[in-house]
């Protein structure tokens, strides 16, 4: 704008963008050297277009307001120029001469420029007023007009490019939602541990003290992370749903405790009857009842097997050795078979979670597959090192981590900020299907005071999460209040 106007010697000028929605022309810049004044809204958006002052491109009768410099040169695509204001009777000047009138200024005359789009399309106009006279000679005024073609080819630059921005952001949010709706049990997984990326990222950044002083983020880095973190889970896309949300021990398809319960009802069955026909051979008549009080109820057992599928009692030895004896009854109906089959005994046999060790592996795969996937990606080079930070959120500071047994110096600072918030928000989120017991605020932050000491989450960035009490923070927006039981 500064250089339309100084190679035109003008005392101001506006720049107006057309906003297809409203159907208006919308200003965005003003500038006045007279009058010592430049207004630029904030945050340019060209697509979502805030303004100074607005055009209408229709008056109340609803016809085009050709009668209007900006209207007309937008709509014509051509320049519209006037030399002397007062003597020129094609426009209705009346908002100028108002404008004169609160600030005490004179307009005598005026340019307006249509900016054309790479297409050749009108998306917007740059108005100049009071030039110097040596803009009515031909080849001053071919000057002029090339550099606000120009200033209309950098406009389409801005909007394609916040076009292209817009269109990878929402694509990208539509893969999260896909992802998250996956699984009504960790539906907003993914934007809670993005927001709580941020959280530490944005907290880290005003250290003014510390290991962390030194450390700043870009306007470019700072989307880096966010990205990241919105997508660090796409591979789970490819994760079979009965793996992803697997609720039980025994769930596949559907919940084989059901099947359990038939089979022990049926030994159950089988076994008072085996007993009753013992009892009637060896024992007199009087001794039946009192033989058929003391059979086997399997009640107890079909209760222990149900706690048992739900992680809702621990597998210590005792149950080991219940569970065993349990394991090694059998019952015939057409055949020969055990009540609890080797693949749901080796399930039951889960000490931690849900998963067997080959469902673990296929769920541990998505972290490799969401690295291929992004990878697949041309991103930007200020996107370039989005696939490592979101390949790393497993990864521990002592090699134990996966997919690739990184270490602490392998881990950039943004890779370590989201492995920490996708920690804590797994831990801490009551919506997990393998977890009876909810978990408490309290005993979240003691699972990660132990992953720091075990070296699996780096010290310094958890210091920062509880000295700062971040994760209050988050717990006060994603917690139930009943579980917030430490400040």
């Given at each position: 704008?500064?250089?339309?106007?100084?190679a035109?010697?003008?005392?101001?000028?506006?720049?107006?963008?057309?906003?297809?929605?409203?159907?208006?022309?919308?200003?965005?810049?003003?500038?006045?050297s007279?009058?010592?004044?430049?207004?630029?809204?904030?945050?340019?958006d060209?697509?979502?277009?805030?303004?100074?002052?607005e055009?209408?491109?229709?008056?109340?009768d609803?016809?085009?307001?050709?009668?209007?410099?900006?209207?007309?040169?937008?709509?014509?695509?051509?320049?519209?120029?006037?030399k002397?204001?007062?003597?020129?009777?094609?426009?209705?000047?009346?908002?100028?001469?108002?404008?004169?009138?609160?600030?005490?200024?004179k307009?005598?005359?005026?340019?307006?420029?249509?900016?054309?789009?790479?297409?050749?399309?009108?998306?917007?106009?740059?108005?100049?007023?009071?030039?110097?006279?040596?803009?009515?000679q031909?080849?001053?005024?071919?000057?002029?007009?090339?550099?606000t073609?120009?200033?209309?080819?950098?406009?389409?630059?801005?909007?394609l490019?916040?076009?292209?921005q817009?269109?990878l952001?929402?694509?990208?949010?539509?893969?999260?939602?896909?992802?998250?709706?996956?699984s009504?049990?960790?539906?907003?997984h993914?934007?809670?541990?993005?927001?709580?990326?941020?959280?530490?990222?944005?907290t880290?950044?005003?250290?003014?003290?510390?290991?962390?002083?030194?450390?700043?983020?870009?306007?470019?880095?700072?989307?880096?992370?966010?990205?990241a973190?919105?997508?660090?889970?796409?591979?789970?896309?490819?994760?079979?749903?009965?793996?992803?949300?697997?609720?039980?021990?025994?769930?596949?398809?559907?919940?084989?405790?059901?099947?359990?319960?038939?089979?022990?009802?049926?030994?159950?069955?089988?076994?008072?009857?085996?007993?009753?026909?013992?009892?009637?051979?060896?024992?007199?008549?009087?001794?039946?009842?009192?033989?058929?009080?003391?059979?086997?109820?399997?009640?107890?057992?079909l209760?222990?097997?149900g706690?048992?599928?739900?992680?809702?009692i621990?597998?210590?030895?005792?149950?080991?050795?219940?569970?065993?004896?349990?394991?090694?009854?059998?019952?015939?109906?057409?055949?020969?078979?055990?009540?609890?089959?080797?693949?749901?005994?080796?399930?039951?046999?889960?000490?931690r979670?849900?998963?067997?060790?080959?469902?673990?592996?296929?769920?541990?795969?998505?972290?490799s597959?969401?690295?291929?996937?992004?990878?697949?990606?041309?991103?930007?080079?200020?996107?370039e090192?989005?696939?490592?930070?979101?390949?790393?959120?497993?990864?521990?500071?002592?090699?134990?981590?996966?997919?690739?047994?990184?270490?602490?110096?392998d881990?950039?600072?943004?890779?370590?900020?989201?492995?920490?918030?996708?920690?804590?928000?797994?831990?801490?989120?009551?919506?997990?299907?393998?977890?009876?017991?909810?978990?408490?605020?309290?005993?979240?932050?003691?699972?990660?005071?132990?992953?720091?000491?075990?070296?699996?989450?780096?010290?310094?960035?958890?210091?920062?999460?509880?000295?700062?009490?971040?994760?209050?923070?988050?717990?006060?927006?994603?917690?139930?209040p009943?579980?917030?039981?430490c400040?």
């Amino acid at each position: 704008m500064k250089i339309v106007q100084n190679a035109s010697g003008s005392e101001g000028g506006s720049l107006y963008i057309y906003d297809e929605k409203s159907q208006k022309l919308k200003g965005v810049l003003f500038a006045n050297s007279v009058l010592k004044t430049e207004s630029v809204v904030d945050e340019f958006d060209p697509l979502k277009i805030a303004s100074l002052i607005e055009v209408e491109m229709r008056g109340t009768d609803g016809r085009l307001r050709i009668n209007t410099p900006s209207v007309m040169s937008f709509l014509n695509k051509e320049t519209v120029v006037i030399k002397d204001l007062s003597s020129d009777d094609r426009f209705d000047f009346s908002n100028t001469k108002k404008f004169d009138e609160q600030h005490n200024y004179k307009t005598h005359s005026m340019m307006v420029f249509p900016l054309l789009s790479h297409n050749g399309n009108a998306i917007g106009v740059l108005q100049i007023i009071n030039f110097h006279p040596l803009c009515f000679q031909q080849d001053y005024m071919e000057f002029i007009l090339t550099l606000t073609a120009q200033v209309g080819l950098a406009l389409t630059n801005a909007i394609l490019v916040t076009e292209a921005q817009n269109l990878l952001s929402a694509m990208i949010k539509m893969i999260v939602v896909a992802i998250d709706e996956k699984s009504h049990h960790t539906s907003g997984h993914c934007q809670r541990v993005t927001e709580l990326t941020m959280m530490i990222a944005d907290t880290l950044v005003t250290e003014q003290e510390g290991k962390f002083k030194d450390f700043s983020f870009s306007s470019d880095q700072r989307r880096e992370l966010y990205l990241a973190a919105l997508l660090h889970d796409v591979g789970k896309v490819v994760t079979p749903t009965h793996i992803l949300e697997k609720p039980t021990k025994l769930f596949a398809l559907h919940d084989r405790i059901d099947l359990l319960y038939e089979r022990l009802s049926a030994w159950q069955l089988s076994d008072r009857h085996s007993r009753l026909v013992a009892a009637v051979k060896e024992a007199g008549q009087e001794d039946i009842l009192e033989n058929i009080d003391a059979f086997t109820d399997a009640d107890e057992d079909l209760n222990f097997l149900g706690l048992l599928n739900s992680n809702e009692i621990p597998l210590n030895e005792e149950a080991k050795k219940r569970l065993d004896e349990i394991g090694r009854r059998h019952i015939r109906i057409k055949k020969d078979r055990a009540v609890i089959s080797g693949n749901e005994m080796d399930n039951l046999k889960i000490a931690r979670g849900t998963l067997n060790a080959e469902e673990r592996e296929i769920m541990e795969e998505h972290v490799s597959i969401s690295i291929r996937l992004l990878s697949s990606i041309p991103w930007p080079k200020n996107l370039e090192c989005l696939v490592e930070y979101a390949g790393a959120h497993h990864e521990n500071l002592n090699g134990t981590g996966y997919p690739h047994r990184l270490k602490k110096d392998d881990l950039s600072i943004p890779a370590r900020i989201l492995g920490l918030a996708d920690r804590f928000e797994g831990i801490s989120a009551p919506d997990r299907p393998y977890r009876k017991t909810k978990m408490t605020l309290s005993g979240a932050l003691g699972i990660m005071h132990k992953m720091r000491d075990d070296e699996h989450i780096d010290p310094d960035l958890f210091d920062l999460f509880i000295n700062k009490k971040i994760y209050m923070d988050y717990a006060r927006r994603h917690l139930p209040p009943e579980l917030i039981d430490c400040d």
